[in-house]
Nanobody, 128 residues
Framework: QVQLVESGGGLVQPGGSLRLSCAAS????????IGWFRQAPGKEREGVSC????????YYADSVKGRFTISRDNTRSTVYLQMNSLKPEDTAVYYC?????????????????????WGKGTLITVSS
């Protein structure tokens, strides 16, 4: 059974940090690029960061560049998103998703359509 399970969400104060994990099972993680997406209340789901199959390349949305870092450990079937200097506008449900074939990471991160597998999401609330 294919599964992506996100963890690490919660309530954090502005300026704080969190690390999200995305644990994969039921498929070969190293055959898939992984993206982190988020959806804030009343807004469309948007790409945050994406990483290539073996982690050599990554892409970040402008809104998180310099604050978030994506990484992966294929031996642990896990992808991470380290989030620093969090802002209230980062409040959203964060999802990880996997895609086997893609043209560029930027294209993959541009929108959520076409991803092969999705997790159920984890909520991050940035508030004082």
């Amino acid at each position: 059974q294919v599964q992506l399970v996100e963890s690490g969400g919660g309530l954090v104060q502005p300026g704080g940090s969190l690390r999200l994990s995305c644990a994969a099972s039921g498929f070969a993680l190293d055959s898939y690029a992984i993206g982190w997406f988020r959806q804030a209340p009343g807004k469309e789901r948007e790409g945050v960061s994406c990483i290539s199959k073996i982690g050599k390349r990554s892409y970040y949305a402008d809104s998180v560049k310099g604050r978030f870092t994506i990484s992966r450990d294929n031996t642990r079937s896990t992808v991470y998103l380290q989030m620093n200097s969090l802002k209230p506008e980062d409040t959203a449900v964060y999802y990880c998703a996997a895609k086997n074939t893609y043209t560029t990471l930027q294209t993959m991160c541009a929108g959520p359509d076409g991803m092969d597998y999705w997790g159920k999401g984890t909520l991050i609330t940035v508030s004082s």
